[in-house]
């Protein structure tokens, strides 16, 4: 017999099988020795009590034992070796490997260029730039095989609607080596720890499948017949020809100047842009769990989202890392950006948030309206200066909660977990005032709903300027291609169109579908 139960438990009853199975079997009133198995199919924590319970959904099995896993429905991948349909992708982050694998299943061999190394080589970059303070501005925490995804927080919520398209993702994730909690937990999460090895399984799929994987190749021209792309050019001078998915990621300015200087339309698009916030995790854990203890033996690290209106914009904290680190996001000279990431274990003393404020085109004075790069010139802009506060470095400049707040410098900072290092800066004074403002402002009205949270003990890192794509290339909602451009399907999170791994992934897909059915099912 299978049955299945909704059940609300402690966290001790969640988070241990033997402690679980005790409870089934009393909620079936069966004998432990006819339970087989249970199964946890769906789990979310519920901490808006003082008590924090688990939802769970399960499946038992009694006086059987399940035939296959009821979690996880693998994808039979089949070659495209010997296949003429082929599409170029340019770049491998989520948005282009998910295109890459969608285009295989339709039969179609993708051709994936990449400007960045492998994702194992490009560890040691990564590695370097806490270390040296020097960026490769080929190979970082965005450029690389699996892009901004692979070295990522690797958080795998989104706010798509698209249940199927969701669990469709998280699906090829687990199929290629990320653990099955992803299919389950409400917030499912890899780690940054992880990701890398289900990145480099999917580049075997891939190539495996008869699939090209191009590192070390940057794009910079897009070769133009009339109106219609022809394929791509490359800086070291070769070329590909074929119908293009662009997937190049927020932060491939030059793919921005590239477009615009070919008279691709672009347009200018809002973004958000702050601070990253460190706490001690111990103090958010006692926050959100309503409790001195803090998270106890069975809770994970605890998570937090706000979200506020000031003075007409949007303040709120983005990319949350319970456990986390922050790091250094730079991806060229003469910036310094913060981010944030975690391991699968989410196990470091601190917690970190982006808290942004949302900017619009129109907040920038000073740029001509009529450049479409004019919000990425401001991205650029405000990363150089906190470079050059930072004494041209990758130390960033920090400051407490309360004394940002306030308006004073710190005279002291705790430690942090932002390896390059921090030095005390008056964020307060040179992020731009109506970021600046805003983001005091907001810091109140959190503080106010979740007590404690404002607090010396935490400190402001600049700059989170990474958010989204400054930028957007506008194409067809329903052909998916480009609006004026034939051939050219702009993709993921830098043509505007997604916002996280898994909102990339499913765009990936749904621009591979797109192209196969306009170049290949007519
Ligand atoms: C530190 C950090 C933590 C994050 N944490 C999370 C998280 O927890 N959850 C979440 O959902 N999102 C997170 N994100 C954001 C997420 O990684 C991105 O939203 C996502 O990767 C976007 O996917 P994409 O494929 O559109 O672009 P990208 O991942 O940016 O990939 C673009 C790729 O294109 C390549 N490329 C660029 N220019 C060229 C060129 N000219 N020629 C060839 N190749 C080129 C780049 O090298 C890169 O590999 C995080 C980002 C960072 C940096």
């Known amino acids: 017999m299978v049955s299945e139960l909704q059940i609300r438990v402690v966290p001790r009853i969640a988070y241990d099988m033997d402690n679980l199975r005790d409870y089934v079997c009393t909620e079936l009133n069966v004998a432990a020795n006819r339970l087989e198995d249970v199964v946890i199919l769906k789990r979310s924590i519920d901490a808006r009590q003082r008590i924090v319970m688990v939802n769970l959904k399960v499946v038992a099995y009694i006086d ?91 958080k795998l919520y989104t706010r798509s609607k698209k249940r199927g398209s969701v669990e469709r993702i998280l699906n090829i994730f687990h199929q290629h080596g990320a653990s099955s909690d992803i299919l389950v937990d409400a917030h499912p999460h890899i780690g940054s720890d992880k990701l890398p090895r289900v990145i480099k399984n999917m580049r075997e799929t891939i190539l495996r499948c008869g699939g090209e994987v191009h590192f070390c190749k940057r794009v910079d021209k897009l070769l133009m017949d009339g109106n219609r792309v022809a394929g791509v050019g490359c800086s070291d001078g070769s070329t590909f020809s074929g119908p293009v998915i662009l997937a190049t990621g927020h932060s491939a300015r030059d793919v921005y100047e590239m477009l615009k200087e070919q008279d691709v339309k672009i347009e200018a698009k809002g973004i958000a842009v702050g601070v990253r916030l460190e706490h001690p995790q111990e103090l958010i854990d006692r926050i959100q769990y309503h409790s001195k203890e803090g998270r106890g033996e069975y809770l994970p690290a605890a998570e937090y989202s706000f979200v506020t209106q000031i003075d007409g914009r949007g303040v709120y904290s983005f990319c949350m890392c319970p456990g986390g680190v922050v790091v250094p996001a730079a991806s060229g000279d003469n910036q310094l950006v913060v981010n944030g990431m975690s391991s699968s274990g989410r196990n470091s003393k601190w917690a970190n948030s982006g808290m942004v404020v949302e900017v619009r085109p129109e907040d920038l004075k000073g740029y001509s309206p009529d450049d479409e790069l004019r919000v990425m010139r401001f991205q650029q802009e405000l990363e150089s200066i906190c470079f050059k506060q930072a004494g041209s470095s990758q130390r960033a400049g920090a400051q407490r909660m309360i004394d940002f707040v306030e308006g004073r410098a710190s005279r002291d900072l705790p430690l942090s977990s932002y390896a390059p290092g921090i030095q005390p800066s008056r964020l307060d004074k040179w992020l731009p005032s109506f970021i600046g403002n805003r983001l005091r402002k907001g810091f109140k009205v959190f503080g106010h709903s979740a007590n404690g949270f404002l607090t010396n003990d935490a400190i402001v890192i600049g700059v989170e300027t990474r958010t989204s794509s400054p930028v957007r290339i506008p194409r067809d909602s329903v052909e998916m291609r480009h609006v004026v451009v034939e051939g050219l399907y702009p993709c993921g999170e830098g043509a505007g169109y997604a916002g996280g791994i898994v909102s990339a992934a499913i765009d990936g897909e749904r621009c591979a579908d797109a192209l196969v059915s306009a170049y290949y099912e007519k």
């Not at 996880?72 to 694998?101: E, H, Q, T, W």
């Not at 270390?131 to 901004?148: C, H, M, Q």
Request: net charge negative; proline share 5%.
């Open 64 to 154: 059987e034992k399940p035939e296959s896993s009821p979690l996880g429905n693998p994808i039979d991948y089949k070659s495209v070796l010997d296949v003429s349909r082929k599409a170029i992708v340019v770049g491998m982050g989520p948005g282009g490997l998910f295109a890459a694998l969608k285009l295989i299943e339709a039969g179609v061999k993708p051709i994936v260029i990449e400007r960045g190394k492998d994702v194992e080589s490009r560890s040691v970059d990564i590695a370097a730039i806490s270390r040296t303070g020097k960026v490769d501005a080929d190979s970082n925490y965005s450029f690389g095989e699996g892009g901004a995804g692979a070295y990522s927080d690797g």
